[in-house]
């Protein structure tokens, strides 16, 4: 495969990527983008659906010119996210990728939504969350972070926005 043209960051990005997980199975005109997820100060996460099957999955773009001198550090976060797949409680990792001057992560969607949001809707209706399912979600962020943490990974913004859930109720760490 020939590699993109670009910016110096998108070219050792993609270098490392390929030393990482080969030669992406995926690239940015296999997803259709529907809508936006969430934002942070460094990303911005889309609802996106994969053209080959149709499934819904989240893709994170993050922008490389903002890493110009940590571009090790989001490396690091894909090889974390390659290592940590197989766990029931972890979002579990698809694909990576570099266009338009982003990395795209892309990985499962938890299509119940984040914990926050359910904090919100129970707040609006003033109805307070059952002790047994406190304890409940608490266990499995608690088994999440301890599989994170014997793969020497360090979560650094463990939130309510965070937690995900799938339809089955399990919660997935993201």
């Not at 002790?131 to 990974?153: M, N, P, R, Y």
């Amino acid at each position: 495969s020939s590699m993109p043209s670009g910016s110096k960051e998108e070219l050792l990005v993609t270098q490392q990527l390929h030393a990482v997980q080969g030669t992406p199975r995926w690239q940015a005109s296999d997803f259709v983008r529907l809508r936006v997820l969430g934002q942070g100060k460094y990303a911005t996460t889309h609802l996106v659906r994969r053209q080959e099957d149709g499934v819904l999955l989240c893709n994170k773009q993050i922008a490389l010119e903002r890493f110009s001198t940590g571009l090790e550090r989001i490396v690091d976060e894909v090889k974390l996210l390659m290592l940590l797949v197989d766990h029931p409680h972890i979002v579990q990792y698809v694909c990576s990728f570099v266009s338009g001057g982003m990395l795209n992560i892309v990985t499962e969607f938890a299509d119940e939504g984040s914990l926050q949001q359910q904090l919100d809707r129970r707040r609006e209706r003033q109805e307070p969350m059952e002790e047994a399912d406190v304890l409940d979600i608490f266990v499995q962020t608690l088994l999440a972070l301890e599989h994170l943490h014997s793969k020497q990974g360090l979560h650094r913004d463990l939130k309510p926005g965070n937690i995900f859930f799938d339809r089955r109720r399990m919660v997935r760490l993201g």
